[in-house]
């Protein structure tokens, strides 16, 4: 039993560490290309982001642990895409802003609770059913958004194509996040089918909660020692 929980967890590990969201910032060379690039550059950027953005695939990568059909899988991600889309383009357009370790601090949170639903947290800690999944990725996906509408808002985009480049942007995304989940959805629909599924299923979501709990402290302590 000890080797099946070891290999999962070496994994997960290797795949999701929180230690590479020191990847997920705003960077100088980012800001350059965007300064001389055109709209393909924001597309690149952004789909940069998302394959940097651990919080955010941390998230998905347990809703995906919930889901058992392709056809599921699609439909949540679908509805997580269009959330974020709402809230990156109308935010980003509107100049909506808030600080960015609040709005990181709340992802992170999203990272926890899906960790802890997928481990039958509700119906263990509060004997109640697990809110509709459906509305929570959608909600959570609005938030998401708001994140990486913030990021966004932090390069100097001007305002020659103002909405064309924040499109752009969003496209980047959207391949950046099909990209970094295609191994993602590789290797859980595969190992579905192993006998160590689910030891591998409970390690998981335990590094799920932890990560969560680990960027949330992260980022509260930036919030009050970056200002």
């Not at 560490?17 to 350059?32: F, T």
């Not at 982001?49 to 651990?54: A, D, N, Q």
Request: net charge positive; glycine share 10%; hydrophobic share 50%.
């Amino acid at each position: 039993m000890k080797r099946s929980l070891f290999k999962p967890s070496v994994v997960i590990v290797l795949l999701l560490c929180p230690l590479v969201l020191l990847a997920h910032g705003v960077s100088s060379s980012d800001q350059e290309m965007l300064s001389n690039g055109g709209l393909l550059t924001y597309i690149y950027v952004g789909a940069k982001h998302m394959v940097t953005g651990y919080d955010h695939l941390l998230f998905l990568a347990g809703v995906i642990f919930y889901l058992s059909g392709f056809k599921d899988i699609v439909k949540f991600i679908t509805v997580f895409t269009i959330g974020h889309s709402i809230t990156l383009i109308s935010a980003t357009y509107l100049g909506i802003k808030a600080d960015e370790h609040l709005v990181d601090a709340v992802i992170a949170l999203s990272v926890l609770y899906k960790g802890f639903e997928n481990l039958g947290g509700f119906e263990k800690w509060f004997k109640v059913k697990s809110p509709n999944l459906l509305l929570m990725v959608f909600i959570f996906g609005l938030i998401h958004g708001f994140g990486l509408s913030t990021r966004l808002q932090s390069f100097d985009i001007g305002t020659d194509q103002f909405l064309l480049k924040i499109i752009s942007f969003n496209v980047g995304v959207e391949v950046g996040q099909i990209l970094a989940l295609i191994p993602i959805v590789f290797i859980i629909t595969r190992w579905q089918k192993l006998k160590s599924y689910q030891a591998f299923y409970k390690a998981a979501n335990y590094y799920l909660v932890i990560a969560g709990i680990v960027l949330f402290i992260y980022q509260m302590y930036g919030y009050f020692h970056g200002h």
